[in-house]
C-alpha cells in the first residue's frame, strides 16, 4: 500500500489522516503542514486519524512531538483511532505528553475537502535528512532519559552527514 498522509482543514481543525505507513517520505509534507498551521491564527484543534494507518517509524513521531511541544496549551492535539500498538508505540517515545488520545472509536471525522500533503515519495535522501535530524532531535528534548539511548546513534549520523 502506498503511504499517504491526507488533510482537511474546516472551521478551524485541521484533520490528518495516515493511510499506510507514516514514514520519513511523508515527513516533509507533514512538517511543512505543521509549520503552516503554528502560523496559522485561525486553528482551533488537530486531529490525527490512525485507522488506516499500518505503521510510523520514529521520524513520523518526531514531527508529531514537534507540533506538540511548539503548540503547548495553544492547540488542542488528538490522536484518534490508535490500534493498541500504535499506542504502546506512541506512548514508548513520549508522545502522549504532548497529544490527547481519543480511546473511543471515532468515525464520523468530516472529510470534506480532503486534499493531499503528499505528491510522492521524496527520492532525495540529503533533503529529508535535516528533517529527519530535526525530528529525532524532538523525540530525544521530550524524554531524554527514555529517547536518548534509542536514537543517540541516529542523530549522530545525521549530523555528521550534514557537515561539510
Known amino acids: 500500500m502506498e503511504s499517504k498522509l491526507l488533510y ?61 511541544i511548539k503548540s503547548r496549551g495553544k492547540i488542542p492535539l488528538l490522536v484518534v483511532n490508535a490500534k493498541p500498538a500504535h499506542r504502546t508505540l ?3 517515545i513520549g508522545v502522549s505528553r504532548v497529544w490527547r488520545f481519543v480511546d473511543e472509536p471515532v468515525t464520523d471525522l468530516n472529510w470534506h475537502n480532503l486534499a493531499q500533503a503528499s505528491a510522492g515519495a521524496i527520492k532525495d535522501m540529503t533533503s529529508l535528512a535535516p528533517i529527519i535530524l530535526e525530528a529525532h532531535q524532538a523525540l530525544i528534548d521530550l524524554d531524554p532519559a527514555a529517547n536518548l539511548p534509542k536514537f543517540k546513534d541516529v542523530v549522530e549520523l545525521l549530523k555528521a552527514e550534514q557537515q561539510p
Do not use: N, W
Open 90 to 92: 506512541l506512548d514508548g
Open 8 to 68: 482537511a482543514t474546516q472551521d478551524g481543525v485541521t484533520l490528518f489522516q495516515v493511510i499506510g505507513r507514516g514514514t520519513y517520505k511523508i515527513c516533509p509534507s507533514f512538517r511543512k503542514c505543521c509549520e503552516d498551521l503554528l502560523a496559522a491564527k485561525d486553528v482551533t484543534g488537530v486531529t490525527i486519524d490512525l485507522s488506516q494507518c499500518e505503521s510510523m517509524d520514529s521520524t513520523f513521531m518526531g514531527i508529531m512531538v514537534m507540533l506538540g
